[in-house]
């Protein structure tokens, strides 16, 4: 499985950015996608997820302000991000849980983005 993600860049406080991220490989089954983040010298934290059911969680710091959606025909999911802030100056990275089965069992792996850099000037 490979995680393509795009659409980070540098933008002013207050502004938007939206980020994408497309899984491909063969005969993916998927459970949950979503985004993490980590800023320079700080621990990577969650900042979104949606399963294959469209059940979402937020970060409680950008509840109101982003909004992850999904495509699951196209194995993507997109973060809309706006009002954004100069503290949330990090990589971002998406994630795809991959459902592994042998037909008996179902476990899922966690595949990584790239991870792309969100700029934000004060």
């Known amino acids: 499985v490979q995680l393509q993600a795009c659409g980070g860049g540098l933008v002013r406080a207050g502004e938007s950015l939206r980020l994408s991220c497309a899984a491909s490989?063969?005969?993916?089954?998927?459970?949950?996608m979503g985004w993490y983040r980590q800023a320079p010298g700080k621990q990577r934290e969650l900042v979104a997820s949606?399963?294959?059911?469209?059940?979402?969680e937020y970060a409680d710091s950008v509840k109101g302000r982003f909004t992850i959606s999904r495509d699951n025909a196209k194995n993507t999911v997109y973060l809309q991000m706006n009002s954004l802030k100069p503290e949330e100056i990090a990589v971002y990275y998406c994630?795809?849980?991959?459902?592994?089965?042998?037909?008996?069992?179902?476990?899922?792996?966690?595949?990584w983005g790239q991870g792309t850099q969100v700029t934000v000037s004060s």
């Open positions: 949606i399963t294959s059911a469209g059940s979402i």
């Open positions: 994630y795809a849980d991959v459902v592994v089965s042998n037909g008996i069992t179902r476990t899922y792996v966690r595949s």
């Open positions: 490989g063969s005969s993916l089954r998927i459970n949950a």
